[in-house]
Each structure stands twice: as C-alpha cells, then as structure tokens.
C-alpha cells in the first residue's frame, strides 16, 4: 500500500507513470514478445537488447543489473533496469514538473486542499486508477494491485510496479499541522497495510542521494501555552475604608518561578544520553488572555524527545510544574497542548524497513548515493503512521548551489533541483515493488534469506 501525502516541496503523482507501466507489463520475469516491443518504444528503441543498453546508460547495469537472458537469447528486464528504464523516460520528468509546479501555483492550507485534491483525483481517473475519497476531509486514497495480500505503502512524491500484492497511494492533507496523518488513519486508510514508507526531500545533501537511519529518525514534537492567572485580596470591610489594600497575587512572579522550572526538566530530571528540550519561546504579560483580563501572564512553548516514553514524560511534567508553581504563588494556571493540532509522536524506522530502504537505494543507484544521516529535533506526521505498521522514512537530497536549491523547507526562498524528480520516482517505486518481492523476508512470514540476516545482524 503506497502512502503519498501533499507536502510543500513534494510532488505528488511521480510514481503513477511507472506503477500504470508494471502493471500493463506484468510481472517482470515474464515478459511477453508484444511487452518487450512496448518498453523497447517506451526507450526509443524497437529491441529488448536496446532497452536493456538504454537503461544501463542511466547507471543501472553492469555489476548492478538485474535483468537475465532466455534460453531463447533475449535479454529480459530486471526489476533495476526496468525502473530506470521508465524513470529515464523524458516524458515523465516532464509531467512531473508539470504536476508540482500546478500544486505550488495554488497552495492551501490544512484541510483546505480543495484544488489539489482535485488534481490529483483528475490524475487518477485519466489513468484508469480507482480510489477512495473522501477521507480526512479531503484525502485520496489510490490502490494499484491485485488487492489481496501483501500490502504495502508508501507516502509522498511516488509509487508504483505491484507485481504480487496491492499498492496503495493516500494523497493526505494537513501534513504542517491538523494532524492529517491521524485523521488518515482513523478514516481507514492503514486498513490491511503491512508496511509504509516515506520520502521528504532535504536541502543537506546533494541531489539524488538518500539517506536514512534506523530507530528514531525525527523527535516528537509538541507545544504548549499557559495562562497563569492572579486575583487580588478581598477589599477591606467598609468600617475599615482607612485600611491599606492588601496585596493581591502576582501572575509575573508565578510565571518567572515557572519558567525557571521548565529549564531544570532536562538539565535535572533527564538521562543526558537521551536528548530532549523544553523551551520557552513566549512570554506575554501585557494583557494576558484577552484584552479584559490585566491580572494574567501567557507562557508559550514547545518540547522535544526521542522516545515515547520521554516525550510523553515531558508533556506530563511541565503540566505538573505550571500547576505548582502557580499555586505557590497564590495564582491559578491552565495548560493547552494542542493534542488535536500539533502533537506528534517521534517518527521511529523500523531495522527492517530501514535496511530494507538502504539495500534498494543502494542496489539502484550505487553505494556512493546512500549514507546514513543523524538524528533530527524536527517533527513529521508521518509518525502516526509508524506507531501503527512498520515504516521507513528517508531523504533524498534535493541540494545544488548553481540553482540556489539550499534553503529550508520552510523558508520562502525554498525550491527543489528538479532533476531530482526521476531518481526519486524511481526509487520510491523500486522500494515498493521490491517490499512485495521479499514480502516474506521482510514481514518474517517466510524464510529469510541470507543476505537479509546478514543485513539485520549489520544493524
């Protein structure tokens, strides 16, 4: 089952192209004499031979190729050489230019992705793809395949070649915030998935070169606000009208013992092996709440960790502490965390995923254009996803100085190299196709091979 998601940065349909090919081809070690016919036109050839030397052009072949040749003398197609057949197909990179720079012409807000859901379901009809919607307000889910098991997904930028098994494609909105992911999921559009995989595009490494790691990839992440309120002393009985006024509690002082507090939650409280943060990014004494209330402060903030178990630690203690700190000063406070917005889990690789993602990754493109990345305080949705089925989140650098391809997702300066474009299709597709090839392996449904333990003892 393939995920894709609308992202800032993220085409969406870059792997239909190669998954309506597979599938018009038929299993990849059994092509007919019409369907070499067909890829060799797809290449711009009339031979299989010529197909096969096309794709190796494009840097899969040689000691990497997959193909095989009959005892009839033709050269059949591996699984390497047909992906990097398609992905090299001029017509494709153009589409999918095309088709990300429609969705960057109208950008939408979460759950809002009106226009863009209408592409994509547009795609969809004119290739003959059935698909559910509406689910998440606006979410499309696509299913390519057989529709019987093994079942894999994947999310954002790409998808395609089921060969025994279903791929399903969910075009999921609100990723930058409204927890589109969990809405995803409770409208059913895990239903069956044995895997998912994921594809973000990064401005650290350079184009076309994927990185990853097992275990915890990105923090979760969440934010909080506090309104720490304070109330003044009841005013003297009338005989005493001579009497001082007594002093009434004070929300700055509240929310100053508070904000030291905060600090010491990592510094004191955490394994320093264990990376978390706690930070104060807000302090609002103005006017408090709303314009009506001059007796309350405003703390903003946000907290990090690695683990479930950290992170939801985190969220309970600093519940705790702007609770007591606020009593001790006399003052009443309120915490919102925001658990419908903007809280997310960390985003954790599956070993088996993530060696999975690797060992395509590499086989496809060569050792040189795989290396593994550190860790990363930021956050991603996609981790709902992965606290349900097993996942695996990669990047695929998009960075090219010439360009002016180097700055953040988030930055208004952002755009992508799209050269980038095929590679990823072809990669993300490769990382489906052959999650249904090894299904067993993968799943521990079957024997594994011996390369397989060899990987898992690796990691």
């Not at 040689?62 to 033709?74: I, L, M, P, V």
């Not at 720079?101 to 004119?126: F, K, M, N, Q």
């Not at 059935?130 to 979410?139: K, S, V």
């Not at 990382?431 to 898992?456: K, N, P, Q, W």
Request: charged residues 20%; glycine residues 10%.
């Amino acid at each position: 089952m393939a995920v894709m998601e609308r992202r800032r940065g993220h085409p969406l349909l870059v792997t239909l192209p190669l998954a309506i090919l597979a599938l018009t081809a038929g299993c990849s070690a059994t092509f007919l004499e019409e369907e070499d016919m067909i890829l060799g036109a797809l290449l711009g050839s009339s031979s299989p031979s010529s197909a096969a030397a096309a794709a190796a052009k494009r840097g899969v072949g040689g000691t990497n190729a997959s193909g095989t040749r009959t005892r009839q003398g033709r050269y059949v197609l591996g699984w390497k050489e047909e992906i990097a057949a398609a992905a090299g197909r001029p017509e494709l990179a153009a589409w999918l230019r095309g088709v990300r720079r429609r969705i960057h012409e109208r950008p939408e807000l979460a759950y809002e992705e009106v226009e863009t859901s209408r592409l994509v379901r547009e795609e969809l009809d004119g290739m003959g793809v059935p698909f559910r919607h509406p689910l998440a307000r606006t979410g499309v889910v696509a299913t390519l395949g057989t529709g019987r098991p093994p079942v894999v997904a994947l999310r954002a930028d790409m998808d395609a070649l089921p060969i025994q098994g279903t791929v399903k494609l969910l075009f999921q909105p609100a990723e930058e915030s409204g927890c589109g992911a969990k809405r995803m999921i409770e409208d059913g559009a895990l239903e069956g998935v044995e895997a998912i995989f994921a594809v973000h595009v990064s401005h650290q490494h350079p184009t076309s070169i994927i990185g990853s790691r097992t275990g915890a990839l990105l923090a979760g992440c969440g934010f909080f606000k506090a309104v720490i309120r304070g109330r003044d002393a009841p005013p003297p009985p009338e005989h005493h009208h001579h009497q001082r006024r007594q002093p009434a509690a004070d929300p700055i002082l509240a929310a100053s013992s508070t904000i030291i507090s905060l600090q010491s939650l990592v510094s004191r409280e955490a394994d320093p092996l264990d990376s978390q943060v706690v930070s104060v990014a807000v302090v609002n004494a103005t006017t408090g709440d709303d314009s009506t209330d001059s007796h309350a402060v405003v703390l903003g903030g946000t907290f990090r960790a690695f683990s479930d178990a950290s992170f939801y630690h985190l969220r309970r203690r600093i519940e705790e502490v702007i609770a007591a700190q606020s009593r001790v000063h006399g003052c009443a406070a309120s915490v919102d965390f925001f658990e419908d917005e903007s809280f997310y889990p960390p985003t954790v690789n599956d070993a088996r995923m993530y060696g999975h993602v690797r060992r395509v990754a590499t086989e496809l493109l060569g050792a040189g254009a795989y290396r593994d990345v550190p860790a990363m305080m930021g956050a991603e949705d996609f981790s709902f996803y992965s606290q349900v089925v097993p996942a695996g989140f990669y990047y695929i650098g998009v960075r090219n100085e010439t360009l002016g391809s180097v700055h953040t997702g988030h930055s208004p300066y952002f755009m992508i190299d799209e050269d980038v474009l095929p590679t990823g299709a072809a990669v993300h597709a490769a990382i489906a196709e052959r999650f249904l090839a090894d299904h067993a392996s993968l799943t521990g449904t079957g024997v594994a091979s011996g390369d397989d333990m060899a990987e898992e003892q690796e990691l």
